[in-house]
């Protein structure tokens, strides 16, 4: 079964709108981490938010937002106030366990977003 | 910018070639990333470093070696490579303890084996 699963191969959002980006993950693990990075054309992954399995309120950084849900296995990115400089591939991330030196990470498959003027 | 940076860029060589990639970060932290990226497929770790000893191999096939001759460089050795081998190689690096998690990417070097 996939760790990480993102639904959405790809999604339009009018610009200033908001948008919600999908993923859910699956572990068995009581202390893991869940990461969001945005991957431009250029190819660069640019971390953008990351929430802990400890953290009781969700994590906010600017126009994003994780919308986190334990019981539900679910992490989604929100984008408030769309950009065109937001359109990019999106990849959501998991770190089993507790933090540690090789702490590798799982991705998603993706989600492409593309800002419409 | 990450402060993570990676050369060269786009890289292209035939299967008998020998290549290296070249990743360096000056932010002072030890523990030291290969992914690859291929189209249509999630991002695939390769190698982790740690303080300069490697600590993960995820079964790669052994035309690829990584070095990691310090903390602040990590080599990829590419020889004898196949078309499929073809994608985007991301090196990346966090620091090692100190409660932080997150993995900062470089910019990648795009590979295309003819």
């Known amino acids: 079964a996939q760790k990480i699963t993102q639904t959405q191969p790809g999604m339009f959002v009018q610009e200033k709108e908001a948008v919600t980006l999908d993923c859910t993950y699956d572990?068995?693990?009581?202390?893991?981490?869940l990461f969001w990075y945005k991957q431009p054309s250029s190819g660069e992954m640019i971390f953008l938010i990351y929430?802990?399995?400890?953290?009781?309120q969700n994590a906010t950084e600017g126009r994003y937002s994780l919308n986190f849900q334990k019981a539900r296995k679910s992490a989604n990115l929100v984008i408030s106030a769309s950009q065109l400089g937001d359109s990019a591939m999106y990849f959501c991330a998991m770190r089993e366990g507790l933090t540690n030196a090789g702490n590798m990470l799982t991705f998603g498959g993706g989600t492409r977003l593309m800002v419409k003027p | 910018e990450t402060g993570v940076t990676q050369t060269p860029r786009h890289l292209v060589m035939g299967m008998t070639n020998k290549k290296s990639l070249k990743c360096e970060q000056h932010l002072g932290h030890n523990a030291m990333y290969w992914y690859k990226q291929s189209a249509k497929k999630p991002l695939e770790l390769m190698f982790v470093?740690?303080?300069?000893?490697?600590?993960e191999n995820n079964s790669v096939p052994s035309r690829f070696s990584p070095e990691c001759p310090n903390s602040s460089h990590l080599f990829l050795h590419l020889h004898t490579l196949q078309p499929e081998d073809s994608a985007l190689y991301l090196c990346?690096?966090?620091?090692?303890?100190?409660?932080?998690?997150?993995?900062?990417f470089g910019p990648g070097t795009r590979l295309t084996v003819l």
């Open positions: 572990t068995s693990d009581q202390s893991y981490g």
């Open positions: 470093y740690s303080l300069e000893e490697r600590v």
């Open positions: 929430q802990g399995s400890y953290d009781e």
């Open positions: 990346a690096s966090r620091p090692r303890g100190g409660g932080s998690d997150t993995q900062y």
